[in-house]
């Protein structure tokens, strides 16, 4: 019985070191298959892919936390200051814009002229100031679908000879420098004839003093400024018919796209007229 025991003892520890012998070897070439096999089983548990524990499944997106509005902040009712605060049509509609990015809109003010070019070098996300598309801007820019349309018209003084646009011939011209009422004038009555400024109002004080004759600028801040100032008037012809859209840096389509995503939607729900319609009474 004894010698029976001690052969059941003898076997059982050679069990014993045989299974620690296997457990031993099988520890170097196992580990990773493990472990491996833990994280597959993890993932599957919590609904994680390991890529995205490293971050590899954000390669590509373009979430924005701020998004940088370039504009020139003296073009009423499309976008101005009323103390430290910008306002206007072109300020709403960003804002609005920026809200179906899940981001927050930053405004950078600036010359006009060099809106495009702050958009090209990054400095701002787009460009949005009352601006037309033109064949030359999309040489340098892209724009998005337009949310608006801009009439350019002409104000004179009262009682001056100037009734129509056949009277602009040989006469001074005063221009925001980079509008297209500078591009148009420039080409239709010569740039000896056209005189620019940085601001519409540097130019409407300039027919104001006698050193122009006549200026050409977008008629919602024509209106205004009409309204602001004694003795002018605006002519009854319109000028020109354009467009208003938002400037984007060339081959940035993605940015392009969600722009144009959120504009397709706001002019769908009516955001966009309402916004237009807060500024500009239908006469």
């Given amino acids: 019985m004894k010698k029976f025991?001690?052969?059941?003892?003898?076997?059982?520890?050679l069990v014993l070191t045989m299974a620690a012998f296997t457990a031993c070897g099988s520890t170097k070439d196992g580990d990773e298959t493990t472990a491996?096999?833990?994280?597959?089983?993890?993932n599957a548990a919590t609904g994680t892919d390991t890529d995205a524990d490293t971050g590899a499944d954000t390669e590509g997106t373009t979430e924005l936390t701020t998004i940088k509005m370039g504009t020139n902040a003296?073009?009423?009712?499309?976008?101005?200051?009323?103390?430290?605060?910008?306002?206007?049509?072109?300020?709403?509609i960003a804002e609005a814009i920026a809200k179906e990015l899940g981001a927050t809109l930053e405004i950078v003010d600036m010359e006009f002229d060099?809106?495009?070019t702050s958009v090209n070098q990054g400095e701002v996300d787009f460009g949005m100031a009352g601006m037309t598309v033109t064949d030359e801007r999309l040489l340098e820019v892209d724009f998005t679908y337009s949310y608006a349309t801009g009439v350019q018209s002409v104000i004179v003084l009262d009682g001056s000879d100037i009734k129509?646009?056949?009277d602009l011939e040989g006469k001074k011209i005063g221009v925001q420098l980079g509008t297209t009422g500078d591009i148009y004038a420039s080409d239709d009555y010569g740039t000896e004839?056209?005189?620019?400024y940085g601001k519409g109002a540097d130019a409407v004080i300039a027919l104001k003093g006698g050193d122009v004759d006549a200026v050409i600028?977008?008629?919602?801040?024509?209106k205004a400024f009409v309204a602001e100032n004694e003795g002018l008037a605006i002519l009854d012809t319109e000028y020109a018919v354009e467009d208003y859209a938002i400037a984007v840096k060339k081959g940035n389509t993605e940015l392009l796209d969600?722009?144009?995503a959120a504009l397709e939607k706001l002019t769908e729900d009516g955001t966009i007229d309402a916004i237009i319609g807060k500024y500009i009474k239908a006469e």
Avoid at 5 to 12: D, N, Q, T
Avoid at 217 to 222: K, M, S, V
Wanted: aromatic share 8%.
């Fill in 217 to 222: 600028i977008d008629n919602e801040p024509a």
């Fill in 164 to 166: 129509s646009l056949d």
């Fill in 258 to 260: 969600d722009i144009n």
């Fill in 36 to 42: 491996g096999t833990t994280a597959a089983e993890n």
């Fill in 114 to 116: 060099s809106i495009i």
């Fill in 5 to 13: 025991l001690s052969i059941m003892a003898l076997m059982l520890a």
């Fill in 74 to 92: 003296a073009f009423p009712p499309y976008e101005y200051k009323e103390g430290d605060a910008f306002v206007g049509i072109d300020v709403e």
């Fill in 193 to 196: 004839n056209v005189t620019k």
